[in-house]
């Protein structure tokens, strides 16, 4: 667990810049910031775009099988979509002096990570409706959070992420609705997929409080800005409700309302299973990534073709105007 | 990326009358791509009616550390701003 | 043709179009999460979306004159690789980035020019398709254009690459240019585009951007056709198999 520094270390310039996040100030690319804070963030903002990235390829795994031609279209565009918010952030990290390269380098060398929950696979076409209602509901509470995000250009990211995102998990949800309204087949293919997400789905929040690595840190620099068994609870919270209104089961035992407290009580998470999948026994680590760095060397020629054809292509007008 | 790619800045114009406004970046070889892919990346739900890239590295930006020398003199002039003045409540929509 | 009505032959035609749009559009949608980099696989997803919308209309339209509750998806969904009708070209493997490229550059180019020709076609909902589709041809191919372009006169790789992908096309090209009795008979009707004229216009342009790409015409003696009749390459069926999966499997229910 990091520990917050003690104000006594804090430098003039840095007293400045807290005092400016303490003020909900936005912090620019161009201010000064701890370097901490610029390493933290690219760590975060890097391992946010490759989940988007990573997380093209469950639900691209259906895109040649969808059901109707509407349904294909809403797919590929959404999966679209993950690629277009990866760039987004990819983006906002490079305005911290990150190269793409070298955060794809990153990625390939094992160095930054993903979210873990793409090394599930996805085995039914319900899988397509679970992912967007959950994995996307569960990205939203943590995006719409982190659209106060103190450094200006993740915030502005995910301001629009959000926007987009919202058709992302309806559209999901939707998927989820006709198939529990269907066929016995089909509702027993609903409550499958289900069944095999939720779990992963609250394992996305990371881990409780008390045990996460970087979040104390985070908080003070309002890089995160609530933690994550707040978030877990809000997603619990919303989603219950979803799932009885289509008649679906949530898989735990636990889970009752508390009046109390206001909120669901649910059960405890298998901590263990999360972190075998972390560390490389989920049923999908190595392909997701094998997949993305065939892509990537695949296109290696590609991308060495444009950059010597644009040089060609300068040099005639270089001559031209000789 | 880098290496092989130019990165540009973004910029669109949502509906005709407004500012153009920067959106964010992307990687491309030459500003006539960039503008494609900048219509490939930032307009999926039709977003603009105009787009500007930018080579990035063509952009010159104040620093942090002009900030006093840069903005600080501006400061000090309130009667630059409409509320510096009262007026009677009458005529205060002027 | 004597026996066939008009609206039965436009039905057909339509189904014609319909499955060079969807073929194709569905060989452009593998390509999601596997292109060169990330704003190329949001560009290349584009291009598969505006395909697959336009095989939407065509068969949304096939459904109309059909009258028998059949719907786009039952095109799409429900017939075997002897009913389908798209031009062989569309149906090809993607190989490598630089056939993706070659191929929808030729395609592009025909198809263009057979929009442009479909906007003034009596049909009048064939003419609005084509209004859709023209704007939408004449961004894809600035694009593959570019590509051929940059490829061809890129490095050694990408030339050597670009130039096997134009030959292994090449053949597949007489087809887009043939009519049967069926389509002379629309085109006749100043329904259907008469393919046969755009030929010459295309073999000019498709050679001029050879040459500005350091490219070579290919001098192939080959040609294949077919689809229009239904014979395809065996790529198709599996195609198909993976296109149709969960409607054979589950068939007659909502999705």
């Not at chain 1, 409780?208 to 877990?232: F, G, P, T, V, Y």
């Not at chain 3, 755009?198 to 290919?218: H, K, N």
Request: charge should be negative.
């Amino acid at each position: 667990m990091t520990k917050i520094r003690p104000e006594t270390d804090v430098s003039p310039q840095e007293a400045v810049f807290q005092t400016r996040i303490d003020a909900e100030e936005k912090i620019e690319p161009k201010d000064w910031m701890p370097d901490k804070y610029r390493k933290n963030l690219i760590r975060q903002i890097s391992q946010h775009a490759h989940s988007e990235v990573i997380g093209m390829q469950p639900e691209g795994n259906w895109i040649t099988r969808a059901p109707t031609l509407h349904r294909k279209c809403v797919l590929l565009a959404k999966v679209q979509d993950e690629g277009g918010h990866g760039l987004y952030l990819y983006s906002a990290a490079e305005t911290l002096g990150a190269s793409r390269e070298e955060m794809v380098e990153a990625l390939h060398a094992g160095r930054a990570k993903y979210a873990s929950i793409f090394n599930y696979p996805s085995l039914t076409w319900a899988d397509m409706g679970a992912i967007g209602w959950l994995v996307d509901g569960a990205a939203i509470v943590n995006q719409v959070s982190l659209q106060r995000t103190s450094y200006g250009p993740y915030a502005r990211g995910m301001v629009r992420i959000c926007k987009e995102e919202s058709f992302h998990q309806r559209q999901g949800y939707h998927i989820m609705m006709t198939l529990a309204q269907g066929s016995a087949e089909q509702k027993a293919m609903a409550q499958d997929s289900l069944n095999r997400f939720w779990w992963p789905s609250l394992m996305m929040f990371g881990p409780h409080d008390s045990e996460s690595a970087h979040s104390a840190q985070s908080m003070k620099w309002k890089i995160k800005r609530q933690s994550n068994d707040e978030l877990r609870q809000k997603f619990v919270d919303q989603t219950v409700k979803q799932a009885e209104v289509i008649g679906l089961t949530i898989p735990d035992a636990d889970l009752s309302w508390n009046e109390e407290r206001g909120h669901y009580d649910f059960g405890e998470i298998d901590w263990e299973e999360f972190h075998r999948v972390i560390n490389g026994d989920g049923l999908c680590n190595r392909q997701r990534l094998a997949h993305h760095v065939k892509a990537h060397e695949e296109g290696a020629w590609v991308r060495d073709a444009i950059t010597a054809y644009e040089a060609k292509k300068r040099q005639r007008d270089a001559q031209a105007a000789a | 990326m880098s290496a092989h790619m130019k990165l540009f800045e973004v910029f669109i114009r949502s509906r005709r009358g407004l500012d153009h406004k920067h959106v964010g970046s992307l990687h491309a070889e030459d500003p006539a791509q960039a503008l494609e892919y900048a219509r490939d990346v930032y307009t999926r739900r039709s977003e603009g009616v105009s787009i500007w890239v930018v080579n990035s590295s063509a952009i010159v930006s104040s620093q942090e550390t002009d900030c006093e020398s840069f903005y600080d003199p501006l400061d000090d002039k309130p009667y630059r701003h409409a509320t510096h003045y009262q007026l009677p409540d009458e005529v205060n929509n002027m | 043709m004597s026996a066939m009505t008009t609206q039965e032959a436009t039905r057909q035609y339509a189904i014609r179009l319909g499955d060079d749009a969807l073929i194709l559009g569905h060989r452009l949608s593998e390509w999601c999460s596997n292109a060169p980099f990330l704003e190329e696989d949001l560009a290349l997803t584009n291009v598969a979306l505006d395909f697959i919308g336009r095989a939407r209309m065509f068969y949304s339209y096939a459904a109309e004159l059909s009258g028998d509750g059949r719907s786009e998806d039952s095109f799409a969904y429900q017939r075997d690789c002897r009913e389908f009708t798209n031009l062989l070209m569309h149906e090809l493997p993607r190989g490598d980035f630089a056939f993706t490229m070659a191929r929808q550059y030729l395609i592009d180019e025909y198809s263009l020019a057979f929009m442009e020709q479909m906007l003034s076609s009596t049909d009048p909902t064939l003419a609005a398709i084509a209004a859709k589709a023209v704007k939408e041809s004449r961004y894809h191919l600035r694009r593959s254009r570019d590509w051929v372009l940059r490829l061809g006169d890129g490095t050694e790789e990408s030339h050597q690459r670009m130039q096997t992908a134009i030959n292994e096309l090449w053949g597949y090209n007489a087809e887009l240019f043939e009519m049967d009795t069926l389509e002379a008979d629309l085109a006749g009707q100043g329904i259907a585009v008469d393919t046969t004229a755009l030929r010459q216009p295309w073999s000019a342009a498709v050679q001029a951007t050879l040459a500005e790409a350091t490219l070579a015409v290919p001098e192939t003696d080959w040609s294949v056709r077919g689809g229009r009749q239904g014979l395809h390459t065996e790529s198709l069926g599996h195609l198909l198999s993976e296109l149709q999966f969960i409607q054979r499997a589950y068939p007659g229910l909502e999705w």
